[in-house]
């Protein structure tokens, strides 16, 4: 059970890079972490509609859903957003160390 697909995204692709041995330009490295930052926020917001989807299905009285399959549903979205939030604070406490560096 991924319960954190943007870490895992991020260990699969850094194991990538060790694998391949290259070293990277600036140019190409931001590419990389800009279609990855894009990608787990499409997973992220992936997670938050299908929790919704679903609550929204059992509260109109769908058999086929448990209570549990909802609620493992909204857990997932959650964490997953709580690490999104995390991700966030860090890169932005990480802009204005650079931003407070003397030149």
Same mark, same amino acid.
Request: proline content about 2%.
């Given at each position: 059970?991924?319960?954190?697909?943007?870490?895992?995204?991020?260990?699969?692709?850094?194991?990538?890079?060790?694998? @391949?041995?290259? &070293?990277?330009?600036?140019?190409? *490295?931001?590419? !990389?972490? /800009?279609?990855?930052?894009? #990608?787990?926020?499409?997973k992220v917001n992936? @997670?938050?509609? &299908?929790s919704s989807d679903?609550? *929204?299905?059992? !509260?109109? /009285?769908?058999?086929?859903? #448990?209570?549990?399959?909802?609620?493992?549903?909204?857990?997932?979205?959650?964490?997953?957003?709580?690490?999104?939030?995390?991700?966030?604070?860090?890169?932005?406490?990480?802009?204005?160390?650079?931003?407070?560096?003397?030149?």
């Amino acid at each position: 059970m991924k319960i954190n697909p943007m870490q895992d995204e991020m260990q699969n692709i850094a194991l990538e890079m060790r694998s @391949l041995g290259r &070293t990277e330009t600036s140019q190409e *490295v931001n590419q !990389d972490f /800009g279609t990855l930052l894009s #990608s787990a926020i499409q997973k992220v917001n992936g @997670l938050q509609k &299908t929790s919704s989807d679903l609550a *929204v299905r059992f !509260d109109r /009285g769908d058999r086929s859903l #448990s209570l549990s399959d909802v609620m493992i549903a909204s857990n997932k979205s959650s964490v997953a957003f709580e690490a999104t939030v995390q991700t966030r604070n860090k890169l932005v406490e990480a802009y204005k160390e650079l931003m407070n560096m003397p030149v």
